[in-house]
Structures are given as structure tokens and as C-alpha cells.
């Protein structure tokens, strides 16, 4: 078989692989051209194939008016490897696994820590947190409240069943050996949106319910929509108590580790 260098138009004499029945279709084999040294990549047809050298003499056997290079003997060839999986989506899995996790404890705690049960200074900033306790007066008077009520109420306790569900699917997940990317940002966005609305759970109560902030405050305040939620965060830098800030910080994590991960995903796909 004969090809030219694209380097240095060299005209080069080769032999085709060993294997070359056996290598698939549009497989390249790499030789060294005699004149310049470039390395060049030489499709071999099959042998029930119509396709041609990338290159032939009209006349073989005449004298060519340009020197023409044997290249080096042929050898074995080997067909290209298969890509292996990247690590990266188990070890988001993991990353998502431990936010999760970490937030599910956290309400936890809360639980404990309004009840009582925990007594801790530096925690009792999660007492606002407790998703089990709105619950429980719920089912007990449930009749008597409004829905908008009782969801706001009940905005930890969404928040901790959302963790605890992400969790479990990241456990299975690990142990299958399959992911989702999409999964993991759609319940990173809800985590940070409970995480986040836990935060601000009695801005929403008192926009709910203007009258019951007027009953709080004798009638004398009237904030604005942007001090209104700004309200809980000036109350947890005022009393020093900053561990509140866990739950929607936990929620960013998560989010952003699911972002991520699908950010690496599409560089990856492209890269491929």
C-alpha cells in the first residue's frame, strides 16, 4: 500500500497490519514517514470493503519521478481502548450523600434542642428548626388551621424529608453504580429552597397573616417588604446565634455540589 506524508508530500511504501481483517471499521494505523519523521494515521479498508488506499500509483511498477520511502515493517495492531467510566459522578453521589445527611442530623437536633432534650447553648439557635414538633400539633388540631398555615408550618419538616429521601437515593445510587445528574440538581434546587425558606419561615407567616405581626407589635410597626425579611437574619446576627445559618448553608452546598456536577458531566462529554 502506498500513502503520502501531509507533511512533506513524500510518497511512502507500507504494509498493512498483521490483523487487519480483524480491526474495525475506520481504524487509523499509525506510521512513521522515512523523509520528515511526522507520524501519520493511514486508514486500512477491510478486506470485503470497496473503500481504497488513501493513496495509489497509477503505475506501480514504473519509475517514479519521486523517491518513494518503505516505511517500517508492519506490526500487530492495536484497536483503540474503550474509555473508561470517570470517577466523578460516584464521588458527587457522595458529596450529595453528606450534605444530605448532615442537614437531616441538623433537624434532628433542632428537634431535640426545642423540646429540650438537648440542652446546648451554641445549638439553640436551631430551635426555630424543629420539624417534628409543628407536625405533631398539626395532626392534633389540623381542623382549625388554614392550609397556607400549615404548610408554612411545616416547612422544616418538607425540608427534612426531602434530605432524607436525596440521601437514601444517594445510597442507592453508590451501591448500583448508576447516576443522575438531572435527579441531583432538580433535589439540590428543593433542598435549597427549604433550606432557604426555613430561614425566612416567619417573614412568611407574618405576610400571611399581616394582623398577627400587628398583634405582636401593638400595631406600631409596619416594615417594608425588604425589612420584613431581612427581620430573621438581623435576629440571628443580634443574639450571636449563627449555627441557624446551617440549614439554608446546607442547602447551597447541596445545590451547588449537583451543580456541579453536572457542569463537569457536559466539559467531559465535549472533551469526548
Not at 405576610?207 to 405581626?213: D, G, I, N, Q
Request: proline share 7%.
Amino acid at each position: 500500500m502506498y500513502t503520502r506524508c501531509p507533511s512533506c508530500r513524500a510518497e511512502i511504501s507500507f504494509e498493512p497490519p498483521v490483523n487487519a481483517a480483524s480491526l474495525p471499521d475506520g481504524y487509523k494505523h499509525k506510521i512513521k514517514c522515512p523523509s520528515c519523521g511526522v507520524t501519520i494515521g493511514v486508514k486500512i479498508p477491510r478486506l470485503d470493503s470497496a473503500v481504497q488506499p488513501t493513496f495509489t500509483p497509477q503505475n506501480p511498477n514504473a519509475v517514479s519521478s519521486e523517491p518513494v520511502y518503505n516505511a517500517a515493517p508492519a506490526e500487530t495492531a492495536q484497536a483503540p481502548a474503550k474509555a473508561k467510566k470517570a470517577p466523578y459522578g460516584r464521588a458527587a453521589n457522595i458529596f450529595v450523600l453528606i450534605f444530605s445527611a448532615v442537614l437531616a442530623v441538623v433537624l434532628g437536633l433542632a428537634y431535640l434542642v426545642n423540646t429540650g432534650s438537648l440542652d446546648v447553648d451554641f445549638l439553640s439557635g436551631l430551635a426555630a428548626f424543629d420539624p417534628i414538633t409543628p407536625l405533631l400539633l398539626i395532626i392534633e388540631g389540623a381542623a382549625e388551621m388554614e392550609i397556607i398555615a400549615i404548610i408554612l408550618a411545616l416547612l422544616p419538616t418538607i425540608t427534612l424529608a426531602l434530605a432524607v429521601i436525596n440521601a437514601i437515593v444517594a445510597i442507592i445510587c453508590c451501591a448500583v453504580g448508576t447516576y443522575s445528574r438531572v435527579y441531583n440538581l432538580i433535589w439540590g434546587l428543593l433542598i435549597l429552597a427549604g433550606g432557604v425558606a426555613c430561614l425566612f419561615q416567619t417573614t412568611f407567616m407574618f405576610m400571611a397573616y399581616p394582623e398577627l405581626l400587628a398583634e405582636l407589635t401593638g400595631g406600631e410597626y409596619t416594615p417594608s417588604t425588604m425589612e420584613l425579611f431581612m427581620l430573621p437574619v438581623f435576629e440571628i446576627i443580634e443574639s450571636g446565634l449563627y449555627v441557624a445559618f446551617a440549614v439554608p448553608g446546607l442547602g447551597i452546598l447541596s445545590f451547588l455540589t449537583s451543580l456541579f456536577s453536572l457542569g463537569v458531566r457536559r466539559k467531559k462529554a465535549k472533551a469526548e
